[in-house]
């Protein structure tokens, strides 16, 4: 898109919008309070990157209460809406430029981006003292969800990740039956989803003119650079490696967040991957991955041991098998997906989000409440939960139910779900060294096969396949997985000691 066309886009969406003038400044809620503990009627000034989307559910659930000062967004046809909606929010392309003039005026934010761009937005913002809240998943990559959890604890900031079910009550109710034992010691758990619900495993499009209202480039930001297509945006980008993170990015937040939480996992020692069709664009259309976690401590108070773990997840419309004494007639998919729990003394069913939990003895437990619960949880109390948190000094915070403490080391588990897929051409199940985040057992001269596209002919009555392939060093490719290079001109702050 030209730089023209773009301008006059802009300056006649903000004429019919009614959009603030550029020199309106407005004072930070930290200047007014004071720093440290707010009054929770004092408003807290938002702004929000990536807003056609869950951006604008996001920024609905807190806008009642707080002052929306500016939004941004690269797409200014599917956004449209939104700008007219706050015609009080100073509209942005741009979120680097929102930061240098906006920047003293924001006490938070909130990034709903691609999945792509989630860790670059927030990074910077959580550098210059920003309070932030990111959709699920928190990253694209195991670095930036590293770097985004050390970044959290050194700048002391509020956080939450866009997994609103970690905030419902069937997560709670997940975590304290594990914790009083009400199923023994569990070695082995089963999660599913019945995403993707759009399109994958498609062969990379052919190249389309630019809409006037799309800032391509920015929506590339700090990928590696493509013809645009319609196929990858505004929604249908999950499903491309280079800006989604397929069905795990998705629903793994939300289905296996009680898993993470209740079974306390760190980092896992081990992970594989198999899926149909890989190719080297676009994820599969189903795919299966079971990550191995080391034995844990047991938590004080607690009525469980923590032995080692197998986690394994299925998407695409793959289920595990229905364990003994399932109902007969019973569907295993409750709201987009499921979780098995099998303990020593039972197995725990639940859905997603950890909704509806059964034991499948038909016992019903009666246990203490231990986990705090958060009012509306999926209805906009997840958001308005972080706002608490952001006007609660960083010594007394009574921290979120899905802060990036917690956010970035579950993210991580998500995205090795990627790697394990995409790197199933080794035929090894791999092994990860979390601490130092590289794979112990892939080899300098180890070469992976990936397929460029598939192609299908039917000559003189017979199917013909035309996949043609690349060979690759596979270090190195896991490396790019695990560390993106970024694109010249955009960059992370440093992660911290």
Known sequence: M??????????????????????????????ISGFGHRAPSDKLNIAVVGIGGMGNSNLRAVK????????????????KKVFADNPDAKP??????????????IDAVIVATADHTHAIVAANAMVMGKNVYVQKPLTHSVYESRLLTKLAAKHKVATQMGNQGSSDEGVDLVVEWLQNGEIGDVKKVEAFTDRPIWPQGLNVPKGEWVPETL????????????????????WNWRGWWDFGTGALGDMACHI????????????????????TLLLTDCAPNAQM????????????????????????????GLQPPKPAGWPAGKNMNDQGGGVLF?????????????????LISGRKPEVPKTERRVERAVMGGHEMDWVRACKESPES??????????????????????LAVRLQGLNRELEWNGEKMVFTNIGADDKVRLTISDNFTIVDGDPKFNRPNLTINAGEFASEMIKHTYREGWSLPDMPA
């Not at 003394?345 to 950890?354: E, R």
């Open 2 to 31: 030209k730089e023209n066309s773009k301008n006059i886009t802009r300056r006649s969406f903000i004429e019919r919008t009614g959009a603030v003038a550029a020199g309106l400044t407005i004072l930070p809620g930290s200047v």
């Open 64 to 79: 009642g209460t707080e002052n929306i000062i500016a939004l941004c967004d690269v797409d200014w046809g599917y956004s």
């Open 92 to 105: 942005y392309w741009d979120w680097r430029k929102m930061y240098d003039e906006m920047g003293k005026s």
């Open 215 to 234: 800032n391509w480039d920015l929506f590339i930001g700090p990928t590696k650079m493509r013809p645009y297509n319609s196929l990858y945006t505004p």
């Open 256 to 275: 296996l967040h009680p898993v993470f939480k209740g079974l306390k996992l760190q980092y896992p020692i081990k992970a594989q991957g198999s899926s």
């Open 289 to 316: 991955v079971k990550l191995t976690y080391p034995a844990r401590v047991t938590p004080e108070n607690a009525k469980m041991k923590l032995p080692e773990v197998e986690v394994t997840w299925y998407d695409g």
């Open 342 to 358: 099998h303990g020593t003394k039972d197995t725990l069913v639940c859905g997603c989000y950890g909704r509806n939990p059964w």
């Open 397 to 418: 915070r009574v921290e979120t139910k899905s802060n990036f403490s917690e956010a970035g080391p579950f993210n991580e588990m998500v995205v090795m779900g990627v």
